[in-house]
């Protein structure tokens, strides 16, 4: 299963970026797909995620600000950024939680990372 994110860029503060992500493959069901972000010396965190049945989970720091959504016919998921912050500059992956079809086994794939820069 292959993840392709884009929507990256630089933005001045106030603003907003929308993120896409979409999962190829040898796919049966997604479960679960989400976006984390990583800047130099953190750990990787939750931004935000989304189960197939459309139920939400927010980092504290974005409630209110970013929008998650997906469209399962397309195996995509989106982040809608707005008000965006300095403190949200980031490499923002996406990630898919699901079964391969045919053998029905668990995948956990990662997408490549693309660059939110949130200028002050």
């Known amino acids: 299963v292959q993840l392709q994110a884009s929507g990256g860029g630089l933005v001045q503060a106030g603003g907003s970026l929308r993120l896409s992500c979409t999962a190829s493959g040898n796919i049966f069901s997604i479960n679960v797909m989400g976006w984390y972000r990583q800047t130099p010396g953190k750990s990787r965190e939750l931004v935000a995620d989304?189960?197939?049945?459309?139920?939400?989970n927010y980092a504290d720091s974005v409630k209110g600000r970013f929008t998650i959504s997906r469209d399962n016919a397309k195996n995509t998921v989106n982040l809608q950024l707005n008000s965006l912050k300095p403190e949200d500059t980031a490499v923002y992956y996406c990630?898919?939680?699901?079964?391969?079809?045919?053998?029905?086994?668990?995948?956990?794939?990662w997408g490549q990372g693309t660059l939110v820069t949130v200028s002050s």
């Open positions: 989304i189960m197939a049945g459309s139920n939400t």
């Open positions: 990630k898919a939680v699901g079964m391969y079809s045919g053998n029905f086994r668990h995948f956990n794939a």
